[in-house]
């Protein structure tokens, strides 16, 4: 293949692949502004609470964002051949592909403090939940984990034991999110415990909640999808190692007294 021919090939495939990416930001910048004005309506169909739906859409503009601008770098300059948009444009893809790699570096070598860090910041939402009306954002968040993990504590249910409304309360006070439903006809029929916070409810005797903590839940899960993630992360870090060598071939291979090579097309 000829010298223009080549550059041709490089220079569209660049261009076709990062509109692509530019209007993939377009769209999640779009979803994450939908979630941000219309929590609502995500609320009730998702079962989620308002706290980690606006943490969502603040990722999804940020991600929107950040892939709209690389995308933008590399439409145009590789089909206007202009070297200082392709300099960023293999900066910003170099600077991703670095922190992609540190982080990976410090998960794996700190992940046990990393498990304390998470422990302790878990333990002061369960210590401290209940404690205002109406639940906050944190306390949302963390019924909507044990409800979709089917979990209860971050070591164990027992971890409820020293939260200062279940310690005070009157009755047999349990976080509802907590509830195992295949125990639900030893509970009573009230939602809230009597003259406590909204998030309790009361049964008589033993709690019917699930056992496990929400820790062993959250390994098991990334033990049975680990697979998954390493792929994902490593098709990742190999498509942005193949466009930076393209974007740097042709940005060294142009040269100032090179015809456009759009006038031949």
Not at 21 to 26: A, E, P, Q, T, V
Not at 147 to 158: A, I, P
Not at 230 to 245: D, P, S, T
Request: proline share 2%; charged share 15%; aromatic share 16%.
């Amino acid at each position: 293949m000829s010298r223009k021919g080549c550059l041709s090939v490089t220079k569209y495939f660049l261009f076709i692949f990062n509109l692509f990416f530019f209007i993939l930001g377009s769209l999640l910048f779009s979803f994450g502004l939908w979630i941000l004005f219309d929590r609502n309506n995500f609320a009730s169909v998702l079962g989620s609470s308002y706290y980690a739906l606006k943490v969502w859409s603040y990722i999804f503009c940020g991600v929107g964002i950040l892939t709209m601008l690389i995308g933008f770098l590399g439409c145009l300059g590789s089909l206007k051949e202009i070297k200082c948009m392709l300099g960023f444009y293999f900066t910003f893809l170099l600077l991703l592909f670095i922190a992609q790699i540190t982080i990976g570096i410090l998960i794996y070598t700190q992940r046990n403090k990393l498990r304390e860090t998470v422990g302790d910041y878990v333990s002061g939402i369960i210590n401290t939940y209940g404690t205002s009306d109406p639940l906050s954002d944190h306390d949302e968040s963390w019924d909507f984990v044990q409800k979709q993990l089917q979990c209860c504590g971050w070591k164990s249910y027992k971890d409820w034991e020293n939260n200062s409304v279940v310690r005070n309360a009157s009755d047999q006070s349990y976080p509802c999110s907590c509830r195992n439903m295949s125990q639900s006809d030893q509970l009573e029929a009230n939602n809230t415990v009597s003259g406590e916070l909204s998030g309790f409810c009361s049964a008589e005797g033993k709690w019917p909640v699930y056992t496990e903590g929400c820790m062993d839940s959250v390994e098991m899960w990334l033990t049975n999808n680990i697979i998954t993630i390493v792929g994902i992360c490593l098709g990742i870090a190999l498509l942005e190692l193949c466009l930076m060598m393209l974007s740097m071939f042709l940005c060294r291979t142009i040269d100032p007294d090179y015809y456009k090579l759009s006038r031949y097309s």
